[in-house]
């Protein structure tokens, strides 16, 4: 990834003046990596809807796709958290040319470091250890004529556990087919859907999953919204978010209690900013008293 931070910088500015949807951008990104890794593992891959040239595979390393890929999905999330989407594309390109795989960084370290000067991506241990002297008389009683040796740094490298405490690596969300439990809020936020699709996986609830099957229930309320053709299209965009291909079980949930789906939990949250809105505009006292002076009332608070 070009570190032309200026350059990339003024790319996005250009993108706002159009008016360009960043999320739109960050799905063609997702595409763009899943494509280029595909292309690294099996080089004869189809691409007939290809978005990015496919020669970019040999100039990129594995590491650093999952990587990115794993940034631009955590951008994907942000979206509906930050209210301004350029703040949410700018941080992302900034993550893009700033981190890399520790693993990388680590090699690059090794190959450039000197014996008089080591800069490590992680901190080290640098013991200097004299070299050896034909003579084994004390240091004291050396000839003024005799060239003092420098000395040798000795690097220890230290453990990984100490490193994962330090470095700067990327948080990643790690899902295996043992786990019971899927982040599904964060996944319905992040899959790249939208209109009835998107309504049925907000109002649905994880009921099991084991790589490749997972099993959804959805609320009773949504039945009418409930047809083969958007199961198709969830299990196409989770297909596409996990990397490997799912199998979709929607099915109808008789259960009172939907206080977990996607849906519930966003408007909990809403009303959690309503709440604390509320308090603060009660804890004002100079927006008291204006509204005692005028005989005003609070008619109505709306929070995004």
Not at 11 to 30: M, P, W, Y
Not at 143 to 150: A, D, F, L, R, V
């Amino acid at each position: 990834m070009d570190g032309n931070v200026t350059e990339l910088l003024t790319i996005s500015e250009r993108f706002q003046v159009a008016g360009t949807d960043f999320r739109r951008v960050c799905d063609n990104l997702l595409t763009a990596f899943h494509q280029l890794a595909l292309v690294q593992k099996v080089s004869q891959w189809p691409m007939d809807d290809s978005v990015v040239d496919v020669a970019y595979a040999a100039r990129i390393s594995a590491e650093d796709l999952q990587l990115y890929y794993e940034m631009t999905l955590k951008a994907k999330s942000e979206f509906a958290w930050v209210p301004n989407a350029t703040t949410v594309f700018n941080m992302l390109l900034l993550r893009l040319v700033t981190f890399r795989p520790f693993e990388a960084r680590t090699q690059v370290v090794s190959s450039t470091a000197t014996p008089s000067a080591v800069v490590p991506a992680a901190p080290v241990t640098t013991k200097a250890v004299p070299v050896a002297s034909a003579n084994t008389e004390p240091a004291q009683k050396t000839s003024k004529t005799s060239i003092p040796q420098p000395p040798v740094a000795k690097i220890e490298m230290p453990n990984m556990a100490a490193v994962a405490a330090v470095a700067p690596v990327a948080k990643t969300m790690v899902i295996t087919s043992e786990s019971s439990v899927l982040p599904w809020f964060d996944i319905v936020a992040a899959l790249p859907i939208n209109g009835l699709v998107r309504i049925v996986a907000q109002h649905c609830l994880v009921k099991s999953w084991k790589k490749p099957n997972l099993a959804l229930s959805l609320d009773e309320s949504q039945e009418l919204c409930l047809a083969p053709t958007r199961i198709a299209v969830l299990e196409q965009a989770l297909s596409q978010h996990f990397g490997f291909p799912i199998k979709l079980d929607v099915t109808l949930s008789t259960e009172t209690n939907q206080s977990g789906t996607p849906a519930a939990i966003a408007a909990q949250r809403l009303q959690a900013k309503k709440e604390d809105v509320q308090a603060d505009l009660a804890g004002d006292l100079k927006l008291q008293q204006l509204m005692q002076t005028f005989d005003a009332t609070v008619q109505n608070i709306e929070v995004k």
